[in-house]
């Protein structure tokens, strides 16, 4: 599964966004990757969302290239950014284009610890006080 789909799998489960409640309307990403072209349409009423895979026609429709995309959902790029810098074309609402920047991470997620490299998750004890 790549990040994207897993992004759109966390929108499909969570169902739900309050911070969306006063919006209404559709976005459709044609995301690209080389010759092959995934199409995700994201409808939002009054905050719920559902997303299916579809090509039909949206409100907005934000065109990127999956390594963008996946970028994006991993919280590696920040959209706004790449819409400036072109990696990004945006057809139809750029407000609400510029809304759905919330949903997607801030920053990356941190790599997960096993708790044997010594960092903070680690175990450690350091003396009879158990390095306290």
Do not use: Y
Not at 28 to 45: A, E, K, P, S, V
């Amino acid at each position: 599964m790549t990040a994207t789909s897993a992004f759109f799998e966390r929108l499909t489960v969570a169902g739900q966004d309050p911070r969306f409640s006063k919006v209404c309307g559709s976005v459709r990403f044609d995301i690209r990757d080389g010759d092959r072209l995934d199409q995700w349409l994201l409808n939002i009423d009054h905050g719920r969302m559902r997303v299916t895979r579809s090509g039909a026609p949206a409100t907005t429709v934000i065109m990127v290239s999956a390594q963008v995309a996946d970028a994006m959902a991993r919280g590696e790029v920040n959209g706004l950014a790449a819409i400036t810098r072109g990696e990004i074309l945006v057809d139809g609402d750029l407000g609400l284009a510029l809304r759905i920047g919330r949903l997607f991470p801030r920053e990356p997620e941190p790599p997960e610890h096993s708790g044997r490299d010594g960092g903070p998750d680690s175990a450690r004890n350091d003396g009879p006080d158990g390095g306290r």
